[in-house]
């Protein structure tokens, strides 16, 4: 290469400005009329033809070097408030910034958070990963539960000890070892198990649960809150039926339904014509469950009840494929973006 070229292209290179103006004296002095770089494009005649285009190449080389470093210290300068006294123009409209907002589950979530904080709940947190004990024998579950097979929870290969959590339970367990009654809370998290991942299931979801232990607690009180509850998050006509069911857990245990919002109980595709939509599991705590955890079950009773986060918001927005919620699809996600709270 051109001795000339070389080192001109060493000095360009090593150029930093320190504000516009050092900048705009670049730009003269390499690209201006009689700048350096322009002059090497007027000596292109006077070089023999068999060389002209290499040395062409060369010069177009320092040209685009220059023009780099012109740009991107011109974008830089633009950014900031230069420092020799000039100012940009801040009434300038920025470029455009893309704006996030909340996840659905979130939305959902800290609206369910809303309507028991109105009611004097509280919301505790546990971690993720679980021992057996507050995950499955502090809630009464045999040795010999299915939940307790490697098939459907994941456990540690070298500790079978330790688990991802297959419930947010665990989470009031731990509040129940370390709180005296009354207790009043409610938590939510994610929740882990082995399953096929599908339209309606996934291996990861997240729940919330709710806890009350208090003297006197009855299966009514569990049913009003479960009312005031779903009327608050589904509207004032939902009305609610519980059915039985089986919790180690609780006992008596039951699962709630709601009335079909879309057909209003009249039965649609959505509630496969039955006109009710199954949202959670609920149950008075086994007395077994409050003694382990440290809770004299003669003086005190007390409800829980647990549901799938996935299910309810896609009963509230009506979505139709659970996989939506963890595919991060912006298309998807940024129809909620207007919804900060619900
Ligand atoms: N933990 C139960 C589940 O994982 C839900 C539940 C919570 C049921 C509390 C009853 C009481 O499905």
């Not at 005031?228 to 919790?247: C, D, H, M, N």
Request: aromatic letters at 12%; a negative charge.
């Amino acid at each position: 290469m051109n001795e000339n070229i070389k080192s001109l292209y060493q000095e360009i290179e090593s150029f930093s400005p320190e504000n516009k103006s050092d900048l705009e004296k670049f730009k003269i002095h390499y690209l201006g009329k009689k700048g350096k770089v322009t002059m090497l494009f007027g000596e292109m005649r006077n070089i023999p033809a068999e060389s002209r285009k290499d040395f062409g190449q060369e010069v177009n080389r320092l040209k685009n070097k220059a023009q780099e470093i012109i740009d991107s210290y011109t974008e830089k300068f633009e950014n900031e408030i230069s420092t020799d006294g000039e100012y940009n123009d801040l009434t300038r409209p920025t470029s455009y910034a893309h704006i996030g907002g909340l996840h659905p589950l979130t939305i959902v979530t800290q609206k369910i958070y809303d309507i028991f904080k109105k009611i004097g709940f509280t919301v505790s947190e546990g971690p993720e990963i679980e021992d057996d004990w507050h995950n499955f024998s502090a809630l009464n579950f045999p040795e010999e539960h299915p939940a307790r097979d490697m098939q459907d929870t994941f456990f540690i290969k070298t500790n079978p000890d330790i688990a991802l959590r297959t419930h947010t339970s665990s989470i009031q367990v731990r509040v129940m070892e370390s709180q005296e009654p009354p207790i009043r809370t409610i938590c939510a998290g994610r929740v882990f198990r082995n399953e096929t991942i599908t339209a309606r299931a996934h291996c990861i979801f997240h729940q919330v649960e709710g806890l009350f232990i208090d003297k006197d607690v009855s299966f009514a009180d569990l049913k009003q809150t479960l009312l005031y509850f779903a009327q608050e998050l589904f509207g004032e006509q939902t009305k609610i039926r519980l059915r039985p069911s089986y919790f180690p857990f609780t006992e008596p245990s039951a699962e709630m339904d709601i009335s079909c919002d879309i057909c209003n109980g009249k039965g649609c595709n959505l509630c496969k014509y039955t006109g009710w939509v199954e949202i959670l599991g609920c149950g008075m705590v086994d007395p077994q469950v409050l003694e382990l955890c440290g809770i004299d079950s003669k003086i005190y009773s007390g409800y829980a009840f647990g549901m799938g986060i996935e299910r309810m918001t896609q009963q509230i927005f009506k979505t139709k494929d659970i996989r939506m919620f963890f595919e991060n699809d912006i298309r998807f996600l940024s129809q909620f973006n207007s919804l900060n709270s619900l």
